[in-house]
Protein backbone atom coordinates (compact mmCIF):
# COMPACT_ATOMS: atom_id res chain seq x y z
CA UNK A 1 0.00 0.00 0.00
CA UNK A 2 1.38 3.58 -0.61
CA UNK A 3 0.42 7.27 0.34
CA UNK A 4 0.00 9.19 -2.84
CA UNK A 5 -0.06 13.16 -3.50
CA UNK A 6 -2.58 14.12 -5.98
CA UNK A 7 -1.40 15.67 -8.91
CA UNK A 8 -1.40 18.91 -9.04
CA UNK A 9 -1.20 18.96 -5.09
CA UNK A 10 2.14 20.53 -3.65
CA UNK A 11 3.01 20.29 0.03
CA UNK A 12 1.57 22.55 1.99
CA UNK A 13 -1.39 23.52 -0.43
CA UNK A 14 -2.96 20.05 -1.08
CA UNK A 15 -5.09 17.85 0.75
CA UNK A 16 -5.00 14.91 -1.79
CA UNK A 17 -3.66 11.43 -1.13
CA UNK A 18 -5.10 8.67 -2.34
CA UNK A 19 -4.36 4.31 -0.82
CA UNK A 20 -3.86 2.18 -3.44
CA UNK A 21 -1.59 -0.95 -4.52
CA UNK A 22 1.59 -1.37 -2.44
CA UNK A 23 3.23 -0.88 -5.86
CA UNK A 24 1.41 2.96 -6.55
CA UNK A 25 3.39 5.43 -7.23
CA UNK A 26 3.45 9.08 -5.88
CA UNK A 27 2.75 12.04 -7.81
CA UNK A 28 6.64 12.29 -8.63
CA UNK A 29 7.19 8.16 -9.36
CA UNK A 30 8.35 7.35 -5.71
CA UNK A 31 6.47 4.70 -3.66
CA UNK A 32 5.90 5.91 -0.38
CA UNK A 33 5.28 3.11 2.30
CA UNK A 34 2.77 2.92 4.23
CA UNK A 35 4.33 1.09 7.21
CA UNK A 36 3.63 -2.49 7.22
CA UNK A 37 3.67 -4.04 11.22
CA UNK A 38 4.12 -8.15 10.41
CA UNK A 39 1.10 -9.16 8.67
CA UNK A 40 -0.80 -5.78 9.22
CA UNK A 41 -0.02 -2.61 8.30
CA UNK A 42 0.64 -0.66 11.62
CA UNK A 43 0.33 3.12 10.67
CA UNK A 44 -0.56 5.47 7.45
CA UNK A 45 1.56 7.72 6.55
CA UNK A 46 -0.46 10.50 4.55
CA UNK A 47 1.83 12.93 3.06
CA UNK A 48 5.79 12.95 3.05
CA UNK A 49 6.06 16.55 4.79
CA UNK A 50 3.81 15.22 7.98
CA UNK A 51 5.50 15.17 11.50
CA UNK A 52 2.96 12.32 12.43
CA UNK A 53 1.95 9.03 11.25
CA UNK A 54 -1.67 7.54 12.15
CA UNK A 55 -2.11 4.47 14.10
CA UNK A 56 -3.85 1.46 12.53
CA UNK A 57 -4.50 -0.66 15.80
CA UNK A 58 -3.47 -0.21 19.29
CA UNK A 59 -0.02 0.88 20.00
CA UNK A 60 2.09 0.46 22.86
CA UNK A 61 5.29 1.62 24.14
CA UNK A 62 8.38 -0.44 22.88
CA UNK A 63 6.54 -1.27 18.82
CA UNK A 64 8.80 -0.29 16.04
CA UNK A 65 7.37 1.02 13.18
CA UNK A 66 10.06 -0.70 10.54
CA UNK A 67 8.84 1.66 7.75
CA UNK A 68 9.52 5.09 9.71
CA UNK A 69 12.22 3.79 11.97
CA UNK A 70 10.47 4.93 14.56
CA UNK A 71 10.30 2.90 17.91
CA UNK A 72 7.00 3.93 19.94
CA UNK A 73 7.35 5.69 23.73
CA UNK A 74 3.71 5.51 24.74
CA UNK A 75 0.47 3.37 24.28
CA UNK A 76 -1.34 4.86 21.31
CA UNK A 77 -4.92 4.32 20.82
CA UNK A 78 -5.88 3.30 16.96
CA UNK A 79 -6.53 6.45 15.17
CA UNK A 80 -4.48 8.22 16.86
CA UNK A 81 -0.96 10.31 15.94
CA UNK A 82 2.41 9.11 16.26
CA UNK A 83 5.42 11.83 15.66
CA UNK A 84 8.20 10.71 13.33
CA UNK A 85 9.71 13.84 13.73
CA UNK A 86 10.96 16.08 16.59
CA UNK A 87 8.38 18.86 17.00
CA UNK A 88 9.91 22.30 19.30
CA UNK A 89 7.41 23.98 21.60
CA UNK A 90 5.66 26.24 19.29
CA UNK A 91 6.50 24.56 16.02
CA UNK A 92 3.36 23.60 13.82
CA UNK A 93 2.76 20.35 13.15
CA UNK A 94 1.76 19.21 9.68
CA UNK A 95 -0.69 16.60 8.96
CA UNK A 96 -1.82 15.94 5.08
CA UNK A 97 1.19 18.21 4.52
CA UNK A 98 -0.79 20.93 6.64
CA UNK A 99 -0.71 22.60 9.61
CA UNK A 100 -3.40 20.87 12.11
CA UNK A 101 -1.72 23.07 15.25
CA UNK A 102 1.19 23.63 16.66
CA UNK A 103 2.99 22.09 20.05
CA UNK A 104 1.94 23.10 23.44
CA UNK A 105 4.68 20.59 24.57
CA UNK A 106 8.25 19.61 23.22
CA UNK A 107 7.35 16.33 21.22
CA UNK A 108 9.85 13.61 20.94
CA UNK A 109 9.92 10.95 18.08
CA UNK A 110 7.48 8.14 19.19
CA UNK A 111 5.44 10.87 21.04
CA UNK A 112 1.87 9.78 21.20
CA UNK A 113 0.65 13.18 19.69
CA UNK A 114 -2.72 14.75 21.10
CA UNK A 115 -5.36 17.09 23.35
CA UNK A 116 -1.53 17.11 25.76
CA UNK A 117 1.03 17.87 23.48
CA UNK A 118 -0.71 19.64 20.35
CA UNK A 119 -3.28 22.72 20.81
CA UNK A 120 -5.26 24.57 18.04
CA UNK A 121 -3.42 27.47 16.63
CA UNK A 122 -3.96 30.56 13.75
CA UNK A 123 -1.87 31.03 10.87
CA UNK A 124 -1.48 32.76 7.71
CA UNK A 125 -3.30 30.83 5.08
CA UNK A 126 -3.01 31.87 1.49
CA UNK A 127 -6.41 31.73 -0.54
CA UNK A 128 -4.97 32.11 -3.86
CA UNK A 129 -8.19 32.04 -5.43
CA UNK A 130 -9.04 30.01 -8.38
CA UNK A 131 -5.07 28.80 -8.91
CA UNK A 132 -6.18 25.29 -9.49
CA UNK A 133 -9.25 25.65 -10.95
CA UNK A 134 -9.64 22.79 -13.62
CA UNK A 135 -12.34 22.56 -16.10
CA UNK A 136 -14.31 19.12 -15.50
CA UNK A 137 -14.41 16.49 -17.78
CA UNK A 138 -18.12 15.30 -18.37
CA UNK A 139 -18.65 11.70 -19.69
CA UNK A 140 -19.93 11.09 -22.69
CA UNK A 141 -23.07 8.56 -21.70
CA UNK A 142 -24.10 9.88 -18.23
CA UNK A 143 -25.91 7.19 -15.74
CA UNK A 144 -29.47 7.66 -14.69
CA UNK A 145 -31.34 6.67 -11.56
CA UNK A 146 -35.29 5.45 -11.40
CA UNK A 147 -36.71 8.94 -9.70
CA UNK A 148 -40.21 9.97 -9.94
CA UNK A 149 -40.45 12.84 -12.62
CA UNK A 150 -43.11 15.69 -10.76
CA UNK A 151 -45.67 17.25 -13.06
CA UNK A 152 -43.75 20.32 -13.12
CA UNK A 153 -40.36 18.22 -14.04
CA UNK A 154 -38.34 18.18 -10.98
CA UNK A 155 -37.25 15.01 -9.90
CA UNK A 156 -37.36 13.39 -6.86
CA UNK A 157 -36.35 9.94 -4.73
CA UNK A 158 -38.83 9.54 -2.49
CA UNK A 159 -42.72 10.15 -2.33
CA UNK A 160 -43.46 11.39 1.27
CA UNK A 161 -46.66 13.95 2.23
CA UNK A 162 -45.60 16.81 4.64
CA UNK A 163 -47.27 18.48 7.40
CA UNK A 164 -45.39 21.67 8.59
CA UNK A 165 -45.83 23.52 11.72
CA UNK A 166 -45.37 27.31 11.03
CA UNK A 167 -44.56 28.02 14.95
CA UNK A 168 -44.25 25.62 17.74
CA UNK A 169 -47.63 26.14 19.00
CA UNK A 170 -48.96 24.00 16.21
CA UNK A 171 -46.44 20.94 16.80
CA UNK A 172 -48.87 19.16 18.86
CA UNK A 173 -51.70 19.26 15.53
CA UNK A 174 -48.83 18.47 13.51
CA UNK A 175 -47.62 15.30 15.27
CA UNK A 176 -51.00 13.96 16.24
CA UNK A 177 -51.78 14.20 12.38
CA UNK A 178 -48.43 12.83 11.13
CA UNK A 179 -49.57 9.68 13.92
CA UNK A 180 -52.52 8.98 12.57
CA UNK A 181 -50.68 7.66 9.43
CA UNK A 182 -47.87 6.02 10.84
CA UNK A 183 -46.93 2.95 9.16
CA UNK A 184 -44.45 -0.30 9.96
CA UNK A 185 -43.48 -3.02 7.58
CA UNK A 186 -46.04 -4.91 10.38
CA UNK A 187 -49.34 -2.81 10.18
CA UNK A 188 -49.37 -0.24 7.16
CA UNK A 189 -52.43 1.48 8.90
CA UNK A 190 -54.00 4.09 6.76
CA UNK A 191 -51.36 3.56 4.06
CA UNK A 192 -52.37 -0.22 3.12
CA UNK A 193 -54.17 1.17 -0.19
CA UNK A 194 -51.27 3.33 -0.79
CA UNK A 195 -48.00 1.65 -1.68
CA UNK A 196 -46.20 3.81 -3.63
CA UNK A 197 -46.52 7.05 -0.63
CA UNK A 198 -43.19 6.15 1.67
CA UNK A 199 -44.98 7.86 4.66
CA UNK A 200 -46.51 10.93 6.23
CA UNK A 201 -43.35 13.22 7.33
CA UNK A 202 -44.28 15.89 11.05
CA UNK A 203 -41.88 19.01 10.70
CA UNK A 204 -42.17 20.78 13.58
CA UNK A 205 -39.49 22.86 15.44
CA UNK A 206 -39.02 25.51 18.42
CA UNK A 207 -39.98 28.81 16.94
CA UNK A 208 -41.74 30.80 14.52
CA UNK A 209 -43.00 34.04 16.88
CA UNK A 210 -41.69 36.16 19.73
CA UNK A 211 -38.54 37.13 16.65
CA UNK A 212 -37.98 40.11 14.95
CA UNK A 213 -40.09 39.55 11.40
CA UNK A 214 -37.06 41.49 9.69
CA UNK A 215 -34.01 39.67 11.29
CA UNK A 216 -31.57 37.60 9.47
CA UNK A 217 -33.31 34.47 11.75
CA UNK A 218 -36.89 35.03 10.79
CA UNK A 219 -35.98 35.09 7.34
CA UNK A 220 -33.61 31.93 7.43
CA UNK A 221 -36.63 29.91 8.70
CA UNK A 222 -39.34 31.48 6.32
CA UNK A 223 -36.21 29.74 3.32
CA UNK A 224 -36.22 26.62 5.48
CA UNK A 225 -39.80 25.89 5.83
CA UNK A 226 -39.97 27.55 1.88
CA UNK A 227 -37.31 24.65 0.76
CA UNK A 228 -38.48 22.09 2.33
CA UNK A 229 -42.44 22.73 1.40
CA UNK A 230 -41.16 23.17 -2.63
CA UNK A 231 -39.14 19.85 -2.01
CA UNK A 232 -39.85 17.51 -4.85
CA UNK A 233 -39.70 14.79 -2.36
CA UNK A 234 -43.15 15.59 -1.21
CA UNK A 235 -45.82 15.15 -3.16
CA UNK A 236 -48.61 16.57 -1.22
CA UNK A 237 -47.99 19.23 1.22
CA UNK A 238 -50.16 20.90 4.65
CA UNK A 239 -49.38 23.39 6.17
CA UNK A 240 -50.52 24.38 10.05
CA UNK A 241 -50.25 27.35 11.93
CA UNK A 242 -51.56 28.80 15.73
CA UNK A 243 -53.12 31.68 13.93
CA UNK A 244 -51.61 34.30 16.25
CA UNK A 245 -47.71 33.99 15.70
CA UNK A 246 -45.25 36.25 13.80
CA UNK A 247 -44.67 33.75 11.07
CA UNK A 248 -48.31 33.61 9.34
CA UNK A 249 -48.89 30.47 7.89
CA UNK A 250 -50.61 31.97 5.19
CA UNK A 251 -47.15 34.42 4.01
CA UNK A 252 -44.80 31.36 3.66
CA UNK A 253 -44.34 31.29 -0.03
CA UNK A 254 -44.48 28.30 -1.79
CA UNK A 255 -43.94 28.13 -5.84
CA UNK A 256 -46.38 24.98 -6.75
CA UNK A 257 -48.71 27.65 -5.45
CA UNK A 258 -52.15 26.26 -3.39
CA UNK A 259 -54.36 23.58 -4.65
CA UNK A 260 -55.40 19.86 -3.20
CA UNK A 261 -51.68 19.16 -2.54
CA UNK A 262 -50.81 22.22 -1.07
CA UNK A 263 -53.14 23.24 1.83
CA UNK A 264 -53.41 25.61 5.40
CA UNK A 265 -55.05 26.42 7.71
CA UNK A 266 -54.40 27.69 11.67
CA UNK A 267 -56.01 26.02 14.98
CA UNK A 268 -57.80 29.59 15.98
CA UNK A 269 -59.87 29.78 12.83
CA UNK A 270 -60.94 26.17 12.68
CA UNK A 271 -62.06 25.88 16.55
CA UNK A 272 -59.03 23.99 18.34
CA UNK A 273 -56.83 20.79 18.55
CA UNK A 274 -59.38 18.44 18.41
CA UNK A 275 -61.12 20.04 15.08
CA UNK A 276 -57.77 20.89 14.02
CA UNK A 277 -56.54 16.99 14.32
CA UNK A 278 -59.88 15.76 12.43
CA UNK A 279 -59.47 18.82 9.76
CA UNK A 280 -55.62 18.16 9.02
CA UNK A 281 -56.62 13.77 8.94
CA UNK A 282 -59.36 14.39 6.69
CA UNK A 283 -57.12 16.68 4.58
CA UNK A 284 -54.20 14.18 3.84
CA UNK A 285 -56.28 11.42 3.14
CA UNK A 286 -58.02 13.32 0.21
CA UNK A 287 -54.33 13.91 -1.00
CA UNK A 288 -53.55 10.03 -0.75
CA UNK A 289 -54.66 8.50 -4.18
CA UNK A 290 -52.95 11.32 -6.16
CA UNK A 291 -49.47 11.31 -4.44
CA UNK A 292 -49.86 7.31 -4.96
CA UNK A 293 -50.29 7.79 -8.42
CA UNK A 294 -46.77 7.85 -9.59
CA UNK A 295 -44.08 5.72 -11.28
CA UNK A 296 -40.27 5.33 -11.19
CA UNK A 297 -38.80 6.30 -14.80
CA UNK A 298 -34.89 6.69 -15.80
CA UNK A 299 -33.69 10.49 -14.83
CA UNK A 300 -30.02 11.43 -15.17
CA UNK A 301 -28.17 12.03 -12.67
CA UNK A 302 -27.67 15.31 -13.28
CA UNK A 303 -30.81 15.77 -11.42
CA UNK A 304 -29.57 14.25 -8.50
CA UNK A 305 -28.42 16.39 -5.76
CA UNK A 306 -26.54 15.09 -2.74
CA UNK A 307 -25.80 16.72 0.83
CA UNK A 308 -22.54 15.60 2.29
CA UNK A 309 -22.90 15.06 6.07
CA UNK A 310 -19.77 14.00 8.50
CA UNK A 311 -20.65 12.90 11.93
CA UNK A 312 -18.96 11.52 15.05
CA UNK A 313 -15.98 11.70 13.19
CA UNK A 314 -12.52 9.96 14.23
CA UNK A 315 -9.07 9.97 13.19
CA UNK A 316 -9.81 7.77 10.50
CA UNK A 317 -12.90 9.87 8.85
CA UNK A 318 -10.04 12.11 6.52
CA UNK A 319 -8.36 8.90 5.71
CA UNK A 320 -11.30 6.20 4.41
CA UNK A 321 -14.34 7.77 4.67
CA UNK A 322 -14.30 11.12 3.55
CA UNK A 323 -12.05 10.93 0.58
CA UNK A 324 -13.75 7.72 -0.83
CA UNK A 325 -16.79 9.78 -0.78
CA UNK A 326 -15.11 12.48 -2.78
CA UNK A 327 -14.13 10.06 -5.56
CA UNK A 328 -17.71 9.47 -5.68
CA UNK A 329 -18.71 12.99 -5.78
CA UNK A 330 -16.29 13.42 -8.54
CA UNK A 331 -18.10 10.54 -10.35
CA UNK A 332 -21.43 12.19 -9.72
CA UNK A 333 -20.17 15.53 -11.25
CA UNK A 334 -18.77 14.06 -13.91
CA UNK A 335 -21.83 12.87 -14.88
CA UNK A 336 -23.75 16.52 -14.27
CA UNK A 337 -24.47 15.79 -10.42
CA UNK A 338 -24.38 18.09 -8.03
CA UNK A 339 -22.71 17.51 -4.61
CA UNK A 340 -23.03 20.25 -1.75
CA UNK A 341 -20.44 20.61 1.04
CA UNK A 342 -21.39 22.13 4.04
CA UNK A 343 -20.42 22.78 8.01
CA UNK A 344 -18.52 25.91 7.79
CA UNK A 345 -16.90 25.72 10.74
CA UNK A 346 -15.46 22.60 9.86
CA UNK A 347 -13.71 23.67 6.94
CA UNK A 348 -12.18 26.52 9.11
CA UNK A 349 -8.55 26.10 8.38
CA UNK A 350 -9.00 24.21 5.30
CA UNK A 351 -11.14 27.04 3.25
CA UNK A 352 -7.56 27.77 1.32
CA UNK A 353 -8.17 24.29 -0.46
CA UNK A 354 -11.22 25.20 -1.44
CA UNK A 355 -10.57 29.04 -2.47
CA UNK A 356 -7.64 27.45 -4.89
CA UNK A 357 -10.24 25.54 -7.06
CA UNK A 358 -12.93 27.90 -6.85
CA UNK A 359 -14.25 28.17 -10.33
CA UNK A 360 -13.79 32.12 -10.64
CA UNK A 361 -12.12 34.35 -7.92
CA UNK A 362 -15.33 35.69 -6.94
CA UNK A 363 -16.50 32.19 -5.75
CA UNK A 364 -13.95 32.20 -3.64
CA UNK A 365 -14.78 35.70 -2.26
CA UNK A 366 -18.54 34.30 -1.21
CA UNK A 367 -16.72 31.46 0.65
CA UNK A 368 -14.32 33.78 2.29
CA UNK A 369 -17.15 36.76 3.18
CA UNK A 370 -18.84 33.93 4.87
CA UNK A 371 -15.56 33.01 7.09
CA UNK A 372 -15.99 36.73 7.93
CA UNK A 373 -19.56 36.32 8.94
CA UNK A 374 -18.89 33.60 11.35
CA UNK A 375 -15.75 34.63 12.39
CA UNK A 376 -17.95 38.33 13.68
CA UNK A 377 -20.98 35.68 14.73
CA UNK A 378 -18.66 33.82 17.29
CA UNK A 379 -17.25 36.84 18.72
CA UNK A 380 -20.64 38.27 19.22
CA UNK A 381 -21.54 35.09 20.94
CA UNK A 382 -18.58 34.69 22.93
CA UNK A 383 -17.79 31.70 21.10
CA UNK A 384 -14.52 30.52 19.33
CA UNK A 385 -14.50 28.82 16.06
CA UNK A 386 -11.95 26.18 17.07
CA UNK A 387 -14.03 24.92 19.87
CA UNK A 388 -14.48 21.81 17.68
CA UNK A 389 -13.51 19.09 18.36
CA UNK A 390 -15.85 17.28 20.27
CA UNK A 391 -15.30 14.72 22.95
CA UNK A 392 -16.22 11.93 20.81
CA UNK A 393 -13.89 13.18 18.20
CA UNK A 394 -10.85 13.52 20.27
CA UNK A 395 -11.84 9.73 21.92
CA UNK A 396 -11.22 9.20 18.00
CA UNK A 397 -7.96 10.16 17.77
CA UNK A 398 -8.56 14.44 16.37
CA UNK A 399 -7.10 17.13 18.38
CA UNK A 400 -7.99 20.54 16.68
CA UNK A 401 -10.70 22.00 14.15
CA UNK A 402 -8.11 22.13 11.58
CA UNK A 403 -7.43 18.75 11.84
CA UNK A 404 -11.15 17.60 11.60
CA UNK A 405 -11.12 20.68 8.74
CA UNK A 406 -8.43 18.68 6.15
CA UNK A 407 -10.25 15.64 6.83
CA UNK A 408 -13.68 17.04 6.50
CA UNK A 409 -12.88 18.90 3.53
CA UNK A 410 -11.67 15.66 1.69
CA UNK A 411 -15.51 14.69 1.21
CA UNK A 412 -16.13 17.56 -1.77
CA UNK A 413 -13.45 15.26 -3.97
CA UNK A 414 -11.08 17.14 -6.35
CA UNK A 415 -13.61 19.28 -9.05
CA UNK A 416 -13.94 22.71 -8.80
CA UNK A 417 -16.11 24.64 -6.77
CA UNK A 418 -18.51 26.18 -8.57
CA UNK A 419 -20.53 28.30 -6.28
CA UNK A 420 -21.34 29.24 -2.70
CA UNK A 421 -24.79 29.28 -0.98
CA UNK A 422 -26.18 30.83 2.20
CA UNK A 423 -28.30 28.65 4.53
CA UNK A 424 -31.29 27.07 2.84
CA UNK A 425 -31.35 28.72 -0.21
CA UNK A 426 -31.91 26.83 -3.41
CA UNK A 427 -29.70 25.40 -5.00
CA UNK A 428 -29.41 25.80 -8.82
CA UNK A 429 -25.32 24.74 -9.92
CA UNK A 430 -24.39 21.84 -11.16
CA UNK A 431 -21.20 20.28 -9.77
CA UNK A 432 -19.50 20.91 -6.35
CA UNK A 433 -21.36 23.74 -4.16
CA UNK A 434 -21.04 24.84 -0.69
CA UNK A 435 -23.58 26.23 1.69
CA UNK A 436 -22.61 28.18 5.08
CA UNK A 437 -24.36 25.86 7.73
CA UNK A 438 -22.93 25.42 10.89
CA UNK A 439 -21.49 21.75 11.81
CA UNK A 440 -24.26 20.25 13.81
CA UNK A 441 -25.25 17.75 11.72
CA UNK A 442 -29.03 18.10 12.24
CA UNK A 443 -28.89 21.67 11.39
CA UNK A 444 -26.50 21.44 8.57
CA UNK A 445 -28.43 18.60 6.61
CA UNK A 446 -31.92 20.77 7.53
CA UNK A 447 -30.22 23.59 5.45
CA UNK A 448 -29.11 21.31 2.45
CA UNK A 449 -32.60 19.44 2.22
CA UNK A 450 -34.39 22.56 1.84
CA UNK A 451 -31.62 23.76 -0.63
CA UNK A 452 -32.87 20.79 -2.85
CA UNK A 453 -30.71 17.51 -1.44
CA UNK A 454 -32.94 14.45 -2.35
CA UNK A 455 -30.03 12.49 -1.26
CA UNK A 456 -27.60 12.17 1.79
CA UNK A 457 -24.23 10.87 2.08
CA UNK A 458 -23.09 10.94 5.98
CA UNK A 459 -19.81 9.66 7.36
CA UNK A 460 -19.23 8.55 10.47
CA UNK A 461 -16.06 7.08 12.77
CA UNK A 462 -17.91 6.75 16.35
CA UNK A 463 -21.59 5.63 15.13
CA UNK A 464 -23.81 8.76 14.48
CA UNK A 465 -27.29 7.42 13.96
CA UNK A 466 -29.38 9.90 11.69
CA UNK A 467 -31.88 9.88 8.72
CA UNK A 468 -33.67 13.20 7.30
CA UNK A 469 -37.15 12.33 5.61
CA UNK A 470 -37.53 13.11 3.49
CA UNK A 471 -34.63 12.74 1.85
CA UNK A 472 -33.04 9.27 2.17
CA UNK A 473 -29.21 9.30 4.14
CA UNK A 474 -26.35 6.71 3.62
CA UNK A 475 -24.28 6.22 6.44
CA UNK A 476 -20.60 5.38 5.52
CA UNK A 477 -18.60 4.15 8.40
CA UNK A 478 -14.95 5.08 8.48
CA UNK A 479 -13.81 1.68 10.02
CA UNK A 480 -14.54 -1.85 10.22
CA UNK A 481 -14.39 -1.84 14.39
CA UNK A 482 -17.35 0.98 13.81
CA UNK A 483 -18.97 -2.27 11.32
CA UNK A 484 -18.99 -4.36 13.02
CA UNK A 485 -20.31 -3.11 15.78
CA UNK A 486 -23.40 -0.81 14.55
CA UNK A 487 -23.79 -2.71 11.47
CA UNK A 488 -27.47 -2.15 11.94
CA UNK A 489 -27.16 1.52 11.69
CA UNK A 490 -24.14 1.38 8.61
CA UNK A 491 -24.82 1.17 4.50
CA UNK A 492 -21.35 0.58 3.83
CA UNK A 493 -18.11 0.20 5.53
CA UNK A 494 -14.85 2.13 4.06
CA UNK A 495 -12.91 0.53 6.73
CA UNK A 496 -11.16 -2.00 4.77
CA UNK A 497 -9.22 1.02 3.27
CA UNK A 498 -7.58 1.24 6.59
CA UNK A 499 -6.73 -2.87 6.24
CA UNK A 500 -5.70 -2.57 2.81
CA UNK A 501 -7.73 -4.72 1.37
CA UNK A 502 -9.63 -2.23 -0.67
CA UNK A 503 -8.42 1.13 -2.27
CA UNK A 504 -9.97 5.00 -1.46
CA UNK A 505 -10.62 4.26 -5.39
CA UNK A 506 -12.35 0.72 -5.23
CA UNK A 507 -14.49 2.17 -1.80
CA UNK A 508 -15.80 5.21 -3.40
CA UNK A 509 -17.13 3.46 -6.70
CA UNK A 510 -19.16 1.34 -3.89
CA UNK A 511 -20.46 4.34 -2.46
CA UNK A 512 -21.25 6.13 -6.08
CA UNK A 513 -23.50 2.90 -7.15
CA UNK A 514 -25.19 3.15 -3.53
CA UNK A 515 -26.00 6.75 -4.54
CA UNK A 516 -27.90 5.82 -7.68
CA UNK A 517 -29.35 2.32 -5.60
CA UNK A 518 -30.82 4.63 -2.81
CA UNK A 519 -31.96 7.33 -5.07
CA UNK A 520 -33.70 4.62 -7.07
CA UNK A 521 -35.54 3.55 -4.36
CA UNK A 522 -33.71 1.59 -1.83
CA UNK A 523 -34.16 1.97 1.36
CA UNK A 524 -31.15 3.25 3.94
CA UNK A 525 -30.81 1.67 7.15
CA UNK A 526 -31.85 5.18 8.68
CA UNK A 527 -34.97 4.79 6.35
CA UNK A 528 -35.78 1.44 7.74
CA UNK A 529 -35.48 2.50 11.09
CA UNK A 530 -37.96 5.48 10.54
CA UNK A 531 -34.84 7.87 11.15
CA UNK A 532 -35.58 11.56 10.26
CA UNK A 533 -38.97 12.95 11.05
CA UNK A 534 -37.20 14.24 14.48
CA UNK A 535 -34.16 15.40 12.63
CA UNK A 536 -35.56 18.36 11.22
CA UNK A 537 -34.06 21.00 12.83
CA UNK A 538 -34.18 24.83 11.07
CA UNK A 539 -30.98 27.08 12.36
CA UNK A 540 -32.40 29.60 14.93
CA UNK A 541 -30.84 32.32 14.38
CA UNK A 542 -33.35 35.14 15.72
CA UNK A 543 -32.86 36.70 19.73
CA UNK A 544 -36.38 35.59 21.45
CA UNK A 545 -38.01 38.15 23.19
Avoid at 177 to 188: E, K
Avoid at 413 to 422: I, K
Wanted: charged content about 20%; aromatic content about 6%.
Amino acid sequence: MTAQTAPGTTPGTGQGFALGPADSPDAGGAAVPLVLGGSRRATIRLHADDDVVIACYPLSAGDHLDAEGVTVRAEVPAGHKVATRTVAVGAPVLRYGQVIGTASAAIAVGDHVHTHNLEMSEFARDPAPSVDSRPTQLVEQPRTFEGIRRADGRAATRNYVGIVSSVNCSATVVRAIADAFRRTDADPGRLADYPNVDGVVALVHETGCAVDPAGEGFAVLRRTLQGYAEHANFGGILMIGLGCETNQVEEIPVGQGDGPLLTRFTIQDVGGTTRAIAQGIALVEAMLPTVNDVVREPIPLSELTVGLQCGGSDGYSGITANPALGHAVDLLVRHGGTAILSETPEIYGAEHLLTRRARTPEVADKLLRRFDWWLAYAERMGAELNNNPSTGNKAGGLTTVLEKSLGGVTKGGTTDLVDVYTYAERVTAHGLVFMDTPGFDPVSATGQVAGGANLICFTTGRGSAYGCQPTPSLKIATNSLLWDRQRDDMDLNAGEIVGGRRSIAEVGDEIFEAMIDCASGRRSRSELHGYGQNEFAPWQLSAVM
